[in-house]
């Protein structure tokens, strides 16, 4: 209820902007994670117990793969830091009016680290160190 307004399921379309679409990928990432930690656990189970061991190391494998690592951790880091801005705008209200200020903070943040690690996972996975 920011501000005070009830909203009710006209908070559910999108209305476009750059807080809806940060919203939008922080579900998504959401999602994502809920997704590989639910599958890695089961290819992890299915491994161990010996049964469809297959299965669990083709999961395995996809999931070592360093394209699909990036993905993941974008995701990670995106979550993350989108959370803590929410945090911070949530125990603080009077700066939802710097919503969009806050929103940029939040991908200079994101953009500098995923690229450090995106460079340092690269470099690694094609032999570079």
């Known amino acids: 209820m920011a501000f005070g307004k009830s909203i009710g399921l006209k908070g559910l379309t999108y209305q476009g902007g750059g807080t809806m679409l940060a919203w939008l990928i922080n579900r998504i990432a959401g999602l994502g994670?809920?997704?590989?930690?639910g599958l890695h656990v089961l290819a992890g189970h299915m491994t161990q117990q010996g049964y469809a061991s297959d299965l669990g190391i083709a999961i395995n494998t996809v999931y070592e793969h360093w394209a699909f690592q990036l993905f993941v951790v974008f995701f990670v880091i995106?979550?993350?830091i989108h959370g803590l801005r929410v945090v911070v705008l949530d125990f603080w209200p009077q700066y939802l009016r710097y919503q969009r200020e806050s929103l940029w903070?939040?991908?200079f943040i994101i953009l500098p680290?995923?690229?450090?690690?995106?460079?340092?996972?690269?470099t690694t996975a094609l032999g570079g160190g």
């Open 78 to 80: 995106f979550h993350t």
């Open 33 to 37: 994670i809920l997704i590989f930690v």
């Open 105 to 107: 903070l939040q991908w």
């Open 113 to 122: 680290i995923y690229a450090l690690t995106a460079f340092i996972m690269i």
